[in-house]
């Protein structure tokens, strides 16, 4: 026995003698570790370690290309250390949505000579540093910028005019009616637009869309290559996309093969120059990507516009009229290479509005989708929102459900559908007993039985009648890449909208898809079968009754970063808070959470499920009638450190959320600079000029819902 022991202890001095240590890695395997730390901490912190790791860290691999938007907790005094460091080294920097710092902090940009591309998207940034910026980066052929209130093109200087002139690629965030800086920039060769422009004022007063007509002929576009706009909801948006658009009319650019345009709301405002455009793309047939709104276009332009090309990115969301000709091109040869097709964007392809009758033409065909997945196979990134399948018999060519046909899609990483599609149809005993006859003498008294609300028990075996979820884990089996999945209600409208239409006139009602009540518990519970999966939206389910498939989601898909839930179950009480519970005390690695359900009580108990969330940076929380605890508010916000939004927007009075936001802003501002906090009456009426403060890219990332799946590729949110 004593010479065993003395064995094992000969062989753990061994061990430790020869164990490997960071400084016996090879340079390489330590410059794949050092990727993965922020920059800030990089040249501040790791550089001073010892010599190997400073030479390692000032690496051009490293420091050539530099984000700081996910610098959160790096305050204006350590980012410009952090910018000094890295001046002599940075060629494209990042600061994207860094609202936080202060607008001297910009001025030390300037010290980076060598940049090539600089995005200060929603950072502050005045006209005379943007002058003096520009005038100091002589090598800039990128640049991103918000167009604010004050913002004047005469106030740049002409060394700034001429910098402007060598860009190749521009983003402009307008935020005010503006050309911005395009009249200075006649080499560009993208042009990427963000109207975010209100149509009144905080004061009240209408915004006036009155540019300089002299400059309306300024923008030629003759080298452009590629066009992207995005809207939010309003008219001085599309009164100003138009302006943008006006040289269109007179010159097509030659070289153009990507033109993007997203106008939300069911109406957009037409622009005749549309046809004209879709001749011109169809003249190089090096089209890459199209959307247009679903006024823009007939099905003569759409197909020439696709004939001759081999898209990667096609969108065409809400444009019902133009679903034959969409289909016809795909899957007939109107493409040239239907394999180049990366991202799909068909939601509300088949949308009617809901007081008309639907028809079979009026849903997703299954032999249709076979189709396509056969033809477009390196589909990545495919947008079903807002269309409607009703399982009932077998189809065309032998495919029993649309989700067999969705399982083709070999290499999805992201997908969006329709709650109904998953549905295996309408329960047979169910009806049956809807339908068989009763005595009269016991008819009032029996109790109608409730309609696609299965009861769904962790762990339990397939129910007597069948397996309720097999359609949807026939449809697992064949994403084993799926990253991104959001599953939508038909009649889904979140209190607080982003670019999807506000008007409640053509939401179909909750709850009329019958197909779409019967998907529940046992639907969420199979979603265990993708354990890659790191973003998950829920909204508008009614048929989820206690939320336990959440929790055995929760525990096999222990990656998900982002978390998405809305509108589940009954509206009129949260039943599914004990699951919710023990669901968050399983996410680890949750980033993001944003809630809203309506009676949701934010109490002790919810925040400390919340702050097992160890590495959660952002919250929002959307209740009509909620309730909130401040002191279990306050407590969560000290435990979860690395928070830095926290979004609140519930009942209460205006007194007591103004309270909890103060005492929140005032405790935990000088830790996270970037913190922003909001606590606000949902059903207020100033809280739209409370959205209009908060940094729009919060907005766009969490509070305001939206879809992100085959969205812009030049202008996704995340």
Same mark, same amino acid.
């Given at each position: 026995?004593?010479?065993?022991?003395?064995?094992?202890?000969?062989?753990?001095?061994?061990?430790?003698?020869?164990?490997?240590?960071?400084?016996?890695?090879?340079?390489?395997?330590?410059?794949?570790?050092?990727?993965?730390?922020?920059?800030?901490?990089?040249?501040?912190?790791?550089?001073?370690?010892?010599?190997?790791?400073?030479?390692?860290?000032?690496?051009?691999?490293?420091?050539?290309?530099?984000?700081?938007?996910?610098?959160?907790?790096?305050?204006?005094?350590?980012?410009?250390?952090?910018?000094?460091?890295?001046?002599?080294?940075?060629?494209?920097?990042?600061?994207?949505?860094?609202?936080?710092?202060?607008?001297?902090?910009?001025?030390?940009?300037?010290?980076?000579?060598?940049?090539?591309?600089?995005?200060?998207?929603?950072?502050?940034?005045?006209?005379?540093?943007?002058?003096?910026?520009?005038?100091?980066?002589?090598?800039?052929?990128?640049?991103?910028?918000?167009?604010?209130?004050?913002?004047?093109?005469?106030?740049?200087?002409?060394?700034?005019?001429?910098?402007?002139?060598?860009?190749?690629?521009?983003?402009?965030?307008?935020?005010?009616?503006?050309?911005?800086?395009?009249?200075?920039?006649?080499?560009?060769?993208?042009?990427?637009?963000?109207?975010?422009?209100?149509?009144?004022?905080?004061?009240?007063?209408?915004?006036?869309?009155?540019?300089?007509?002299?400059?309306?002929?300024?923008?030629?576009?003759?080298?452009?290559?590629?066009?992207?706009?995005?809207?939010?909801?309003?008219?001085?948006?599309?009164?100003?996309?138009?302006?943008?658009?006006?040289?269109?009319?007179?010159?097509?650019?030659?070289?153009?093969?990507?033109?993007?345009?997203?106008?939300?709301?069911?109406?957009?405002?037409?622009?005749?120059?549309?046809?004209? *455009?879709?001749? %011109? /793309?169809?003249?190089?047939?090096? =089209?890459?990507? +199209?959307? @247009? $709104?679903?006024?823009? #276009?007939?099905?003569?332009?759409?197909?020439?516009?696709?004939?001759?090309?081999?898209?990667?990115?096609?969108?065409?969301?809400?444009?019902?009229?133009?679903?034959?000709?969409?289909?016809?091109?795909?899957?007939?040869?109107?493409?040239?290479?239907?394999?180049?097709?990366?991202?799909?964007?068909?939601?509300?392809?088949?949308?009617?509005?809901?007081?008309?009758?639907?028809?079979?033409?009026?849903?997703?065909?299954?032999?249709?989708?076979?189709?396509?997945?056969?033809?477009?196979?390196?589909?990545?990134?495919?947008?079903?929102?807002?269309?409607?399948?009703?399982?009932?018999?077998?189809?065309?060519?032998?495919?029993?459900? *649309?989700?067999? %046909? /969705?399982?083709?899609?070999?290499? =999805?990483?992201? +997908?969006? @559908? $329709?709650?109904?599609? #998953?549905?295996?149809?309408?329960?047979?005993?169910?009806?049956?007993?809807?339908?068989?006859?009763?005595?009269?003498?016991?008819?009032?008294?029996?109790?109608?039985?409730?309609?696609?609300?299965?009861?769904?028990?962790?762990?339990?075996?397939?129910?007597?009648?069948?397996?309720?979820?097999?359609?949807?884990?026939?449809?697992?089996?064949?994403?084993?890449?799926?990253?991104?999945?959001?599953?939508?209600?038909?009649?889904?409208?979140?209190?607080?909208?982003?670019?999807?239409?506000?008007?409640?006139?053509?939401?179909?009602?909750?709850?009329?898809?019958?197909?779409?009540?019967?998907?529940?518990?046992?639907?969420?519970?199979? *979603?265990?079968?993708?354990?890659?999966?790191?973003?998950?939206?829920?909204?508008?389910?009614?048929?989820?009754?206690?939320?336990?498939?959440?929790?055995?989601?929760?525990?096999?898909?222990?990656?998900?970063?982002?978390?998405?839930?809305?509108?589940?179950?009954?509206?009129?009480?949260?039943?599914?808070?004990?699951?919710?519970?023990?669901?968050?005390?399983?996410?680890?690695?949750?980033?993001?959470?944003?809630?809203?359900?309506?009676?949701?009580?934010?109490?002790?108990?919810?925040?400390?499920?919340?702050?097992?969330?160890?590495?959660?940076?952002?919250?929002?929380?959307?209740?009509?009638?909620?309730?909130?605890?401040?002191?279990?508010?306050?407590?969560?916000?000290?435990?979860?450190?690395?928070?830095?939004?926290?979004?609140?927007?519930?009942?209460?009075?205006?007194?007591?959320?103004?309270?909890?936001?103060?005492?929140?802003?005032?405790?935990?501002?000088?830790?996270?600079?970037?913190?922003?906090?909001?606590?606000?009456?949902?059903?207020?009426?100033?809280?739209?000029?409370?959205?209009?403060?908060?940094?729009?890219?919060?907005?766009?990332?969490?509070?305001?819902?939206?879809?992100?799946?085959?969205?812009?590729?030049?202008?996704?949110?995340?």
């Amino acid at each position: 026995m004593d010479r065993h022991i003395l064995q094992a202890v000969h062989d753990e001095d061994t061990m430790s003698s020869t164990s490997v240590g960071m400084s016996d890695l090879s340079d390489e395997i330590l410059l794949c570790i050092l990727r993965h730390v922020p920059v800030c901490d990089l040249v501040l912190n790791v550089a001073n370690v010892c010599h190997k790791l400073h030479t390692l860290s000032h690496d051009k691999t490293l420091l050539s290309t530099v984000s700081l938007s996910e610098e959160y907790l790096a305050d204006d005094l350590l980012v410009r250390h952090a910018l000094r460091q890295l001046a002599p080294h940075v060629q494209s920097l990042s600061l994207n949505g860094c609202y936080w710092l202060a607008g001297s902090t910009m001025e030390l940009l300037s010290r980076c000579r060598g940049v090539t591309h600089l995005d200060v998207t929603g950072c502050r940034l005045t006209t005379p540093r943007l002058s003096r910026l520009l005038s100091s980066l002589p090598l800039l052929t990128s640049l991103a910028f918000d167009v604010t209130a004050g913002f004047t093109l005469a106030r740049l200087s002409s060394e700034a005019v001429d910098s402007l002139s060598r860009l190749s690629e521009l983003r402009q965030t307008l935020l005010t009616p503006s050309y911005g800086v395009v009249p200075c920039c006649a080499q560009l060769r993208k042009l990427m637009l963000q109207f975010d422009i209100p149509d009144v004022t905080k004061e009240g007063v209408g915004v006036c869309c009155q540019l300089m007509v002299g400059q309306s002929s300024v923008p030629h576009y003759q080298q452009l290559e590629e066009f992207t706009a995005r809207l939010a909801p309003g008219e001085v948006n599309q009164t100003l996309l138009l302006l943008y658009l006006a040289v269109f009319s007179v010159h097509v650019p030659k070289r153009l093969r990507v033109f993007l345009v997203s106008i939300p709301g069911p109406n957009p405002a037409h622009w005749p120059a549309a046809p004209s *455009l879709a001749q %011109s /793309l169809n003249r190089r047939g090096d =089209l890459v990507a +199209l959307q @247009l $709104p679903r006024s823009w #276009l007939d099905t003569s332009s759409l197909k020439a516009a696709l004939e001759g090309n081999s898209p990667k990115h096609l969108s065409f969301s809400r444009c019902s009229a133009l679903r034959p000709q969409v289909f016809q091109s795909l899957l007939e040869g109107g493409v040239e290479d239907a394999a180049q097709l990366l991202s799909l964007n068909l939601s509300g392809i088949n949308q009617v509005v809901y007081s008309e009758c639907r028809s079979a033409d009026d849903h997703l065909l299954p032999w249709t989708m076979s189709r396509l997945a056969v033809g477009c196979f390196n589909i990545k990134h495919l947008n079903l929102m807002h269309t409607h399948y009703h399982h009932e018999t077998p189809n065309q060519g032998g495919e029993a459900h *649309l989700c067999a %046909s /969705l399982a083709k899609f070999r290499h =999805l990483r992201s +997908l969006t @559908l $329709p709650a109904c599609a #998953l549905s295996d149809g309408l329960n047979s005993h169910q009806v049956s007993t809807n339908n068989s006859p009763s005595s009269a003498l016991f008819l009032g008294f029996k109790k109608s039985p409730r309609v696609g609300f299965p009861n769904y028990r962790p762990g339990s075996g397939p129910s007597p009648s069948g397996d309720s979820a097999a359609a949807l884990k026939q449809l697992l089996t064949g994403f084993p890449l799926l990253e991104t999945l959001e599953l939508i209600g038909p009649g889904f409208v979140s209190a607080l909208p982003r670019l999807e239409p506000c008007g409640r006139a053509h939401v179909e009602p909750r709850g009329m898809c019958a197909w779409a009540q019967g998907v529940g518990d046992a639907h969420v519970a199979a *979603l265990e079968a993708l354990p890659r999966l790191h973003r998950l939206t829920l909204a508008g389910l009614p048929g989820v009754l206690k939320g336990t498939g959440l929790v055995q989601l929760a525990g096999q898909c222990r990656d998900l970063k982002v978390l998405s839930l809305a509108n589940l179950g009954s509206l009129k009480i949260m039943n599914y808070t004990p699951a919710l519970l023990d669901t968050l005390k399983q996410c680890t690695q949750l980033q993001e959470l944003r809630l809203e359900q309506p009676y949701l009580n934010a109490n002790a108990l919810f925040f400390n499920a919340l702050s097992c969330c160890s590495r959660l940076r952002r919250l929002c929380l959307i209740s009509r009638s909620g309730t909130f605890d401040p002191l279990a508010t306050e407590t969560f916000m000290e435990r979860c450190c690395h928070v830095t939004m926290c979004h609140m927007f519930m009942g209460g009075t205006l007194v007591a959320c103004r309270t909890l936001q103060k005492v929140l802003r005032d405790r935990f501002s000088v830790d996270r600079p970037a913190l922003s906090v909001v606590v606000y009456p949902l059903q207020h009426e100033d809280l739209p000029s409370i959205i209009r403060d908060i940094p729009l890219t919060l907005l766009d990332r969490i509070t305001l819902f939206q879809s992100h799946v085959a969205q812009p590729p030049h202008l996704s949110p995340w």
